[in-house]
């Protein structure tokens, strides 16, 4: 449904987008992911319309719409800040778009409630100063506004960053499932991995500019395609090599190559048999309890430290200082 063709963006010398080639299907929650200053929010505005790209094209359903001024382009945007008029009501917030559009004044009102009710804004909220409201309100005012205009593609960007960890995560879920409600092709902009992971079908992560790797959350996760994806993405643990040329690890990891595993599949109990499994011996050297799990440092016998998490059973009777084993799938391993 929208395809970036070779985009390239250039602010003066500076090389925002350096070669961008992307596509994106027809009611995908698609997710450009990636630190401060990688270009992400620079993309999304050249599909809304407010950044035109050096070179390259954008297409919307197999319509160039890389000239296309932003209000033909049928794509509503959510910022970071809301973007909302401070000193007008809830109602006329949501009217705004509509009225420009010059709509009816009774076809406004029908589709100003018809949408404050998808979105769980109840009717005396509607008549508040957005001032009055709280973030997590105002934010369901800017995807109301959003929406009422019936683009066919929303773009969000860091919609939630400035709410409080609880409330991010409950209008996290709300964003999700309006978007299965409406079946809106929406592209979404964070620097959070974990908000990626829960809310995409798919993410593009950026770096400096280009894309290191599309993918669906578990691809990127299990499967990171490069040492930038594999650390920027959850906790990892990278390989000694004094561990790997001292253990059964050296026999599958390219001494040319660097080598991660993610934490959490660093394993206290064994593996099942069918498993290529290796099996390193160490000593407990710190842990945290978080009640629901335990995070463990342990120095391996050969060289090196490994993190590993493990849930908690309630029978769990490791202490510091303990010896133990740790089970590694030689599948889990990432080489880059
Ligand atoms: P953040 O999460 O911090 O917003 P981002 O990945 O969205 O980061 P962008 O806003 O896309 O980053 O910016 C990418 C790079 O382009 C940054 O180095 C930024 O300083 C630069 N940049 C963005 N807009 C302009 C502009 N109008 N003029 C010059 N440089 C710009």
């Known amino acids: 449904m929208i395809t970036f063709n070779d985009i390239q963006i250039k602010f003066g010398d500076f090389h925002a987008i350096k070669n961008l080639n992307l596509n994106i299907k027809e009611g995908e929650f698609f997710t450009f992911l990636g630190p401060s200053g990688c270009g992400k929010t620079t993309i999304l505005r050249s599909l809304v319309g407010f950044i035109k790209p050096t070179s390259g094209q954008i297409l919307l359903s197999d319509r160039d719409i890389t000239n296309v001024p932003i209000e033909q382009r049928g794509i509503s945007m959510v910022f970071q800040s809301y973007a909302l008029f401070p000193t007008l009501n809830v109602y006329e917030n949501i009217a705004f778009g509509l009225r420009v559009k010059k709509m009816s004044k009774s076809q406004v009102d029908q589709e100003v409630r018809d949408i404050a009710q998808k979105v769980d804004l109840k009717e005396e909220q509607l008549f508040k100063k957005v001032s009055e409201l709280s973030g997590g309100q105002q934010q369901r005012v800017a995807i109301a506004r959003a929406l009422v205009l019936k683009p066919s593609i929303l773009a969000l960007d ?22 299965k409600k409406f079946g809106i092709t929406t592209i979404y902009v964070t620097h959070d991995q974990e908000e990626a992971l829960t809310l995409s079908d798919r993410i593009a992560v950026f770096n400096n500019g280009i894309v290191e790797q599309v993918g669906t959350p578990k691809e990127i996760y299990n499967q990171s395609q490069t040492e930038f994806v594999c650390n920027f993405i959850g906790d990892i643990n990278k ?31 064994p593996l099942p048999e069918h498993i290529d499994t290796i099996q390193l011996q160490g000593r407990i050297v710190d842990q945290e309890f978080y009640g629901l799990y335990t995070k463990y440092l342990i120095e391996v016998a050969g060289g090196g430290l490994l993190k590993t998490i493990e849930k908690d059973s309630g029978l769990d009777q490791t202490q510091l200082g303990d010896e133990i084993d740790m089970y590694i799938n030689i599948d889990d391993i990432l080489q880059y």
């Not at 090599?241 to 390219?254: H, V, W, Y």
């Open 239 to 269: 390989l000694d090599p004094e561990m790997i040329q001292n253990s059964r690890l050296k026999d599958f990891i390219d001494p040319q190559k660097v080598a991660y595993i993610r934490n959490e599949k660093v394993s206290l109990s």
């Open 158 to 179: 860091e919609p939630l960053s400035n709410l409080d960890a609880k409330l991010r995560i409950q209008l996290r879920n709300e964003l999700k499932s309006l978007q």
